[in-house]
Nanobody, 125 residues
Framework: VQLQASGGGLAQAGGSLRLSCAAS????????IGWFRQAPGKEREFVAG????????YYADSVKGRFTISRDNAKNTASLQMNSLKPEDTAVYYC???????????????????WGQGTLVTVSS
């Protein structure tokens, strides 16, 4: 599975952005997807995850209620809708896919094998 994240940019605090993760490969629908982010000087951290079928979603406490992860298996895409953005959301955002098909979502980076390039999100105060 090859992944490509897009949709990053500059937003004001309180604003919204929508990130997309486009996947190649016919088996995209069988892999759980996660979004991670890495702020300057910090370690990469989990943001949100979704199971392969889309029935289960997972969020970091810091984004719960503000971000929504979704997927469209027919279009081989996953999205992260980010609302009520805060300056502390500024980071490079990555989408990733778990290594085993038909697995549930995971909070842990080690469970994700396929990674896209990052897309930069900057939130100004």
């Amino acid at each position: 599975v090859q992944l490509q994240a897009s949709g990053g940019g500059l937003a004001q605090a309180g604003g919204s952005l929508r990130l997309s993760c486009a996947a190649s490969g016919r088996t995209f629908s069988t892999y759980a997807i996660g979004w991670f982010r890495q702020a300057p000087g910090k370690e990469r951290e989990f943001v949100a995850g979704i199971s392969w079928g889309g029935r289960s979603t997972y969020y970091a406490d810091s984004v719960k209620g503000r971000f929504t992860i979704s997927r469209d298996n027919a279009k081989n895409t996953a999205s992260l809708q980010m609302n009520s953005l805060k300056p502390e959301d500024t980071a490079v955002y990555y989408c990733a896919a778990r290594g085993s098909p038909y697995s549930s979502g995971s909070y842990y980076q080690k469970d994700y094998v396929y990674w896209g390039q990052g897309t930069l999100v900057t939130v100004s105060s």
